[in-house]
């Protein structure tokens, strides 16, 4: 079970970190990611972790976003900053029990519930 915490309403500019707490298994055992999904819109990745520690991201998020996780506290997180309106969604947590780094949706095994990000004025 992945549940989520740590979403809200931030100005542009600003920065949020959101959390994802496993539970049943741990993280040194799965890959993770987060994902993104504006109204409207399909589901997207933002980042990506293998199970040896190797981030990945995608290019809108480059150099803003961090993902990381705790293997201790089985936490991962995604660290966000220099938000942008464009980054306004439902961000999920997702891990898969693939070794690689994963950025397709239909490769995740979990998700967790979803959380509401929204960069506004």
């Known amino acids: 079970q992945l549940v989520e915490s740590g979403g809200g309403l931030v100005q542009p500019g600003g920065s949020l970190t959101l959390s994802c707490a496993a539970s049943?298994?741990?993280?040194?055992?799965?890959?993770i990611a987060w994902f993104r999904q504006a109204p409207g819109k399909d589901r997207e990745a933002v980042s990506c972790?293998?199970?040896?520690?190797?981030?990945n991201y995608v290019d809108s998020v480059k150099g803003r976003f961090t993902i990381s996780r705790d293997i201790a506290k089985n936490t991962m997180t995604l660290r966000m900053d220099s938000l942008k309106p464009e980054d306004t969604g439902v961000y999920y947590c997702?891990?898969?029990?693939?070794?690689?780094?994963?950025?397709?949706?239909?490769?995740?095994?979990?998700w967790g519930q979803g959380t509401q990000v929204t960069v506004s004025s």
């Open positions: 049943g298994f741990t993280l040194d055992t799965v890959s």
């Open positions: 972790m293998s199970r040896s520690g190797n981030p």
């Open positions: 997702a891990t898969s029990t693939s070794w690689l780094c994963f950025l397709r949706p239909g490769t995740a095994n979990d």
